[in-house]
């Protein structure tokens, strides 16, 4: 019998090369064909291990998937940066790697980065995805996001959608 344990905890030191894979995987994933290519590589070449090691012992607060010892997803969160939008947090960004997509992971993140804005007070909640992401559209749908907001973002030369999703 093969048991592997899988967790939902605070990132911590030690963890910045697996949260670096993942990123890189799951970002060329969910943007390959909507954001340019070559933004999109400078965007992943930007988060490296480096990057998320200085994130994370800067007290960013950053959730990881831990799958058998591996981080196979993060979410970053905190304060709503919308002051317009009447919700308390934001998730920042949730990301699995591929591999890990589409067997309720995703989910189950989300809802303990929740969990853990909510102990500080953060009730609800807002997320953006880019509205070309049909994979993230569908999934905050069926997490039961309310359409709040269209806005725009540039990558590079272009100006994508993007939507916001709130959760009470």
Known sequence: MVETLTRFRMARAGDAAGVARAHDAAWREAYRGIIPGGELERMVARRGPRWWDRAIAGGSPLMVFDFGGDVGGYCSFGRN????LP???EVFEIYLAPEYQGLGFG????????????????????????????????????????R??????????ERLERIAYGFD
């Open 81 to 84: 940066r919308v002051p317009a």
């Open 87 to 89: 919700y308390e947090g």
């Open 148 to 157: 709040l907001r269209r806005a725009g973002e540039t990558f590079g030369p």
């Open 107 to 146: 989910r189950r993140l989300f809802a303990a980065a929740r969990r853990e804005l909510a102990a500080h007070g953060l009730r609800s909640t807002v997320v953006w995805a880019l509205a070309d992401n049909a994979r993230a559209i569908v999934f905050y749908e069926r997490l039961g996001g309310l």
